[in-house]
């Protein structure tokens, strides 16, 4: 006898398929040994978007998909959800006040990016390719067990650098957030100034040796400048607490079975 692992779904007496829910989980990160998080976020997730599709029927609302990159539309079901909630939310207009109080909690969160200035030795080889990846790591690790640290001795090996920088042992100049690859970036982000990765890193390019030459922390951005960006951040929560507001209203008026929309 077959017997089903989780209950079906019921949000008013309409079912949704378990074959959605399974589709849903994929879009949700639950731990390995614990796969039936994923499936219980998904059920939520389309419990709620039924609430709201049924929602938008009851009040006769029209879709009418938006354009949200070229050639990338709206579905109907997206459309008739955001009408919606422009009609159904209402939320205080952001004053001067809340904003610079908001700005005032802690100005140090507003800051200008960084900059780093920045050496390195890149081993060059492509991660897709094993054997080259092993030879490629193999040259990296023997000129970082080379260098032992010696800051001094970085620029003429970066002379042997995959890298046009080799010309000016392996000097990259200032760099800030975004004007390298993510692992090379997120590897800088851990380094003390002076400081050299301990071990070779690892991005699209090939192998890396990194140093952190000096590095400028942002400068404390004026509060007419952080504005704007503080006002959208406090919008957006407003819409947020508005929109969880509504969605508890209609589920308590719900009849909802299978699952339910506590915070997993």
Same mark, same amino acid.
């Given at each position: 006898?077959?017997?089903?692992?989780?209950?079906?779904?019921?949000?008013?007496?309409?079912?949704?398929?378990?074959?959605?829910?399974?589709?849903?989980?994929? +879009?949700?990160?639950? @731990?390995?040994?614990?796969?039936? #998080?994923?499936?219980?976020?998904?059920?939520?997730?389309?419990?709620?978007?039924?609430?709201?599709l049924q929602e938008a029927?009851?009040r006769d609302l029209d879709?009418?998909?938006?354009?949200?990159?070229?050639?990338?539309?709206?579905?109907?079901?997206?459309?008739? #959800?955001?009408?919606?909630?422009?009609?159904?939310?209402?939320?205080?207009?952001?004053?001067? !006040?809340?904003?610079?109080?908001?700005?005032?909690?802690?100005?140090?969160?507003?800051?200008?990016? @960084?900059?780093?200035?920045?050496?390195?030795?890149?081993?060059?080889?492509?991660?897709?390719?094993?054997?080259?990846?092993? &030879?490629?790591?193999?040259?990296?690790?023997?000129?970082?067990?080379?260098?032992?640290?010696?800051?001094?001795?970085?620029?003429?090996?970066?002379?042997?650098?995959?890298?046009?920088?080799?010309? %000016?042992?392996?000097?990259?100049?200032?760099?800030?957030?975004?004007?390298?690859?993510?692992?090379?970036?997120?590897?800088?982000?851990?380094?003390? !100034?002076?400081?050299?990765?301990?071990?070779?890193?690892? %991005?699209?390019?090939?192998?890396?040796?990194?140093?952190?030459?000096?590095?400028?922390?942002?400068? &404390?951005?004026?509060?007419?400048?952080?504005?704007?960006?503080?006002?959208?951040?406090?919008?957006?929560?407003?819409?947020?607490?508005? %929109?969880?507001?509504?969605?508890?209203?209609?589920?308590?008026?719900?009849?909802?079975?299978?699952? +339910?929309?506590?915070?997993?």
């Amino acid at each position: 006898m077959n017997v089903s692992l989780f209950p079906d779904v019921v949000v008013n007496g309409e079912t949704i398929p378990s074959a959605a829910i399974a589709a849903e989980a994929q +879009n949700h990160t639950a @731990p390995k040994d614990k796969p039936g #998080i994923a499936w219980r976020k998904a059920a939520q997730a389309l419990a709620i978007r039924t609430l709201l599709l049924q929602e938008a029927r009851k009040r006769d609302l029209d879709a009418d998909p938006e354009e949200l990159a070229p050639g990338r539309f709206e579905t109907e079901d997206e459309a008739l #959800i955001r009408a919606l909630l422009d009609e159904a939310l209402t939320t205080a207009p952001i004053t001067e !006040e809340a904003v610079r109080a908001e700005w005032a909690r802690d100005p140090n969160r507003y800051r200008s990016a @960084p900059l780093w200035d920045v050496s390195h030795i890149l081993c060059a080889c492509d991660p897709r390719d094993e054997q080259e990846r092993l &030879v490629a790591e193999a040259r990296a690790v023997a000129l970082l067990a080379r260098l032992d640290g010696d800051a001094k001795g970085f620029a003429a090996a970066a002379r042997t650098s995959d890298c046009g920088s080799k010309a %000016s042992g392996g000097h990259l100049g200032q760099l800030g957030p975004n004007d390298t690859v993510p692992e090379f970036e997120a590897a800088l982000r851990t380094l003390a !100034e002076g400081g050299m990765t301990a071990a070779p890193v690892l %991005s699209r390019r090939g192998w890396h040796l990194i140093r952190l030459n000096a590095t400028a922390p942002g400068q &404390v951005l004026p509060y007419d400048t952080v504005r704007p960006k503080i006002t959208l951040a406090l919008e957006k929560a407003a819409w947020a607490r508005a %929109s969880r507001d509504f969605i508890e209203t209609l589920a308590e008026r719900a009849q909802i079975s299978g699952t +339910n929309l506590a915070p997993i």
